[in-house]
């Protein structure tokens, strides 16, 4: 599964998900990007999505996404605030699929 790291989630979390194609949104070139672009960039090269912005299933339709979107809940997005909810997220992402969001909270 090829996942993408929004720009707002350290890229050091990607460490913590061994087993997964993980990138960084930075790394891509796409740090500049708003919502609605970066949705549009990464469809057809990744499969979900890892965000802590909450307000982006308010602000974008992800139903009809080629990808799963999955946002953390953390005390803030500190890795050391995220990194309690990898188990949750290794899990979300085997069951994620195209259109669906998840919302992990510790």
Known sequence: MRVLLDTCVPKRLARDLH???VRHATD?????????????????S?????????????????NARPFAVLVLRAHS???????????KLRAALKRAAPGQLIELAE
């Not at 990744?46 to 992800?62: E, I, K, S």
């Open 77 to 87: 997005n500190r890795l050391t605030d995220l990194v309690r909810l990898v188990p």
């Open 46 to 62: 990744f499969d979900a999505l890892v965000t802590v912005d909450r307000n982006l299933p308010y602000q974008q339709n992800l």
């Open 19 to 21: 087993g997964y194609e």
């Open 28 to 44: 891509m070139g796409w740090s500049d990007l708003d919502d609605g672009p970066l949705l549009t960039a990464l469809a057809g």
